[in-house]
Structures are given as C-alpha cells and as structure tokens.
C-alpha cells in the first residue's frame, strides 16, 4: 500500500533528516514510528501525505509514485489520508461539528451527506453529545478525538498521526490509543509517530525505529526498548 | 462547481465578522485609499475644466482706425477666417461697443457723464479673435500685425493680454504635472499599507489554511473565500469612500479659498459622475483586494 524505494531526505543546509529508507506498509496494518526528537519521524509522514518530497527515491501510495504528483490532484491523494497531529490542528472558530463537516465540505459533497454522516463519525469518536462545542470549551483528549473523526470523515485508507498523544496526559493519551486500533481493526491502515513508550508496547504491533534517519530495527510485534 | 462558490461565499462572509477589528482596519484603510484617489482625481479633472474654460475665455480684440468702414472689416473678418489657427473673428461695430461699455459701466455715473460730454461715438470698431489653442496667440498677433491690412489697425490688445495669456499656459502645464505628481505618490502610499493590512489579515488566517490543504480543500476553494472577501472589501470601502466624498464635496469648499474652482462645481461634478466614480472605486478596491489577497495566500499554499 505504501514503499519507500531508497528514500533519502535532506532538508536545506544539508541535514539529512531521513537517509536511504527502504519500508514497505500493507493493507491493514498498525505501524508505530519511534525514536528520539529529530530522528526523522515527522518527516517520513511528511512524505506519505506528500507535504514533502523526497530528494532521492520515490514514495509509493497504492502503487502510484507521489513525486510525480501534480498540484492539481494533490487535494484528492490527501483525501485518502487522515492526518492527526500533535498540536491537533482543529480550527478554534468552529463547533466540533463545523470541524469535521468542514473536511467533507471542501470535497464537495452534498448538505444531506454531511448532515448524515458527520454525526455518526462523532459518535464513533465518542463526542456525540458535544456536537456544538467549540475546541476551548473541550479538554484536550476531546480535542483530539475531533482531530481523528475528521480524518476519518473521507473513510481514508491510511491515518497518520504524528505524536497524537503528546499533549495529552497518560488516561487520555490510552484512550486515543484504543481509539486508534479500533480504527485498525476495521480496516483502516494506521501509522503512528511517537515516543511515548507505554502506548506503543501496549498496542504490541509492528515497531520500527528510527535513529538519525535510519532504520534501526524493524519488528513485527515490536517493543519500544530503547528510551 | 455552484455548491462550492456558494460555500466559499458563505465562508467569507463569516470569515469578515468573524475577524472583526481585522476587517474594520482593512476596510477603513481601503476606504482612505480610495478616498485620497477620488479626491485627487476629481480635483485634476474639474481643474482641468475650469482652466480650459479661462483659456476658451481668453481672446485678442483687433481695434480698427474710426475711419475704416464696416465693409473692410467684414473682408478682414474673412480674411482671418481662413487661417488656421483661428477659432473665430466676431465683428463688434463702434455702436455695439458703445452700447457694451454703457452696460458694464452702468453703475459709474461719473463715466457716463464723461462720456456724454465727449459727444459723439469715441470707440473703434474690432474684430475679437479666438484661437483654437491658447498658446497660439503669438503667433496670430504676429500675423495680424504684418498682414496687408496692418495699416487700418489702430491697435492690437495682445500685449496686454500676453503675459495673462502666457502664465495661464504655465499653469495648465505645471497644474497637469504636479497633479498626476501627487496622484501617483499618494496611490503609491496607500496601496502599499492597503496590501500589508490585508496581508496581515491574511497572515492570522494561516493556520486555517493550513488545516485546509490538510483536509484535502483544493486550491481554488482556498482562495476563493480571499477573493470575496476582497470583493466585500471594496463594496463596504466604496460606500464609506463615496459618503466621505459627498461631505468632503459639500463643506470643504466653505473653508478652503475657492477662487480657481467655483464651489458649486465639485458637488455637481459629483452628482454628474456618481456611478463612474463609485463603479471605478468598487473596481480599483477590488483589485486591490483581490491581488494583495492571493499574493500573501501564496506563501501559504506553497505555489
């Protein structure tokens, strides 16, 4: 679903911030991303929701080569892809309601579909009764869950969340964990970058880990040893 | 296509309430733009008129000898007629004369007296002659002074006139380049400090950018709520610009020495040109919105 073909990504001044990447992602997949502050997590995300490009290689979305992409359907390769972030990213002057509405109303699809869909979407999530609430009046782990019915609102092949438990404290950061793999289970590829040890291992599924742009380990029921 | 321009309609129009002060900062600093723009405009335009109308007043009377008869002076009249330079050549008889510089004198008794005791007509009969351009009386004085009529002129008032005639031709040309002087570096100013404040209406903006491109919102539907918004700029500036316009019209004439433009002339000039004005307003708003608006977007959208 996704492949990294010797991916190397520098940034300007010359850091190489991912270096000679070879992955391969496949459907149904829960993937966490781990290693320190500036091992290039958030970047290889970067590369999937194709916010970056590569500066040798090529990235693969369902066998479509991202470098290539042109500006134009851009837009439609980011509606395969959820993304939920750190900083959560939800737009402070809309309900949680507009929030997730707002991701169907740029594809353009109709009132009626909206006004279906976006409920059920928060019910999963768990806030179907916090519709109308603006971000501030919510609690950061609510925050957060607005950020993943977003994502999932386009019913995306692959959710990325980069550090989505960073903010949160370790109650709330478990329960979007769970989340998560709720998700997975249904189908839903999900690739998370973090280095909050006690979620990933209790998730226990596929672990890479980064350390200064390169694979170091790769395991299928992996833990996150290293600190 | 419609469901999204009514959307990104909608989304502007919350977008300008919603950032309030933004909006009213953007909106008055358009308006001011706008304003200074109409005002300088107006002022070249009407100043133009009025000097265009002292120049059309502006003639050289030709004063013939007593003795010459009316039929030599209509001949002269054509002869004059034929050169090109040359507007027209009105014919004023000794007893029209007369009768004009009864009528303007009418008030002196003292002059009228005069004239009775003189007796008889003690005018002379003359040709006034227009030129098709102002600065051309030179050269027609020059004509008429070495034409083959010059012995039956008594005189020619050109030199009087010359020096009126010549400081008014400066006038035009000085008032021409120093309005447009003014016009350019005031239109500089305030469309510089109209871009940055939309630009800086636009920078609190970029993090909603930015969760639209995450979203997927194609490029388009990212700009087009700038865009209205930029079209809702000029519309609201425009009615503010056009009140300040008519007070300014109406009032300022009281305060400021009008000796050069009549008082009544701005505000008709206003009436006159109301939907021109307001139209050219809502159009350099507009592009003025719209081009800061998409220029600062671009940062974001990563062009």
């Given amino acids: 679903m996704i492949r990294f073909d010797s991916v190397t990504k520098k940034y300007k001044d010359d850091y190489t911030a991912l270096d000679n990447i070879n992955l391969e ?7 966490s991303v781990v290693g320190q502050s500036g091992a290039g997590k958030s970047t290889l995300l970067k590369l999937i929701y194709a916010e970056e490009k590569p500066t040798e290689g090529t990235v693969f979305f369902a066998e479509t080569p991202l470098d290539g992409i042109s500006r134009r359907k851009l837009p439609f390769h980011r509606r395969n892809i959820g993304t939920v972030f750190q900083d959560f990213k939800l737009l402070p002057k809309k309900t949680a309601f507009e929030n997730v509405a707002y991701a169907l109303e740029v594809s353009g699809a109709p009132g009626g579909e909206i006004a279906e869909n976006v409920p ?29 019915a977003r994502a999932l609102i386009h019913r995306p092949l692959v959710i990325l969340a980069d550090e989505p438990t960073g903010n949160l404290d370790p109650v709330s950061s478990m329960e979007i964990m769970d989340l998560l793999l709720k998700i997975n289970k249904l189908g839903t590829i999900v690739v998370i970058a973090s280095h909050d040890r006690e979620i990933i291992n209790k998730a226990s599924k596929r672990v890479i880990v980064l350390e200064k742009g390169k694979i170091i380990c790769d395991d299928a029921k992996g833990e996150y040893k290293i600190a | 296509m419609f469901l999204i321009f009514i959307r990104t309609f ?10 309030g002060s933004l909006s009213v900062a953007a909106v008055s600093i358009l308006a001011l733009t706008l304003f200074i723009m109409s005002v300088i405009f107006v002022l070249v335009v009407t100043g133009n008129d009025v000097l265009k109308s002292i120049q059309q007043k502006s003639n050289i009377t ?13 001949k ?17 008889s000794k007893d029209e004369a007369l009768g004009n510089f009864k009528k303007s004198n009418a008030d002196n008794q003292i002059i009228l007296k005069a004239l009775e005791e003189i007796g008889g007509n003690p005018l002379l009969p003359s040709l006034v002659v227009k030129a098709n351009d102002s600065s051309k009386y030179d050269s027609i004085a020059n004509y008429i002074s070495t034409a083959p009529f010059k012995d039956n002129v008594s005189r020619i008032n050109y030199d009087r006139n010359k020096e009126v005639i010549g400081k008014l031709n400066d006038l035009v040309s000085e008032y021409k380049k120093i309005g447009l002087g003014i016009a350019i570096l005031f239109s500089i100013i305030a469309i510089l400090i109209t871009f940055n404040t939309i630009r800086i209406t636009i920078y609190t903006q970029k993090q909603e950018i930015e969760v639209m ?13 700038f865009i209205f918004e930029g079209i809702t700029y ?61 220029i600062a977007i671009r940062k974001y959208l990563k062009i």
């Fill in chain 2, 62 to 74: 030709v004063y013939f000898k007593s003795d010459i008869s009316e039929e030599d002076i209509l």
């Fill in chain 2, 10 to 19: 909608k989304e502007s129009f919350k977008n300008f309430w919603r950032n």
């Fill in chain 2, 76 to 92: 002269v009249k054509q002869d004059l007629g034929n050169y090109k330079e040359i507007k027209s050549a009105d014919y004023v």
């Fill in chain 1, 25 to 31: 992602i496949k459907d149904g997949e829960f993937v």
């Fill in chain 1, 120 to 148: 059920q979407i928060l019910d999963i999530v768990g806030l179907a009764d916090k519709m109308e609430k603006y971000p501030r009046e919510l609690s950061g782990g609510e925050q957060q869950r607005i950020v993943i």
């Fill in chain 2, 234 to 294: 000029a519309l609201v500036a425009s009615v503010i610009s056009m009140v300040l316009l008519f007070l300014t019209f109406k009032f300022a004439p009281n305060y400021v020495a009008t000796k050069i433009i009549p008082s009544g002339a701005l505000l008709s000039y206003y009436y006159h040109g109301f939907f021109a004005i307001l139209g050219l307003q809502i159009l350099a708003g507009a592009v003025l919105g719209i081009f800061s608006g998409l």
């Fill in chain 2, 213 to 225: 491109r995450l979203v997927g919102a194609s490029n388009l539907y990212i700009r087009l709520p």
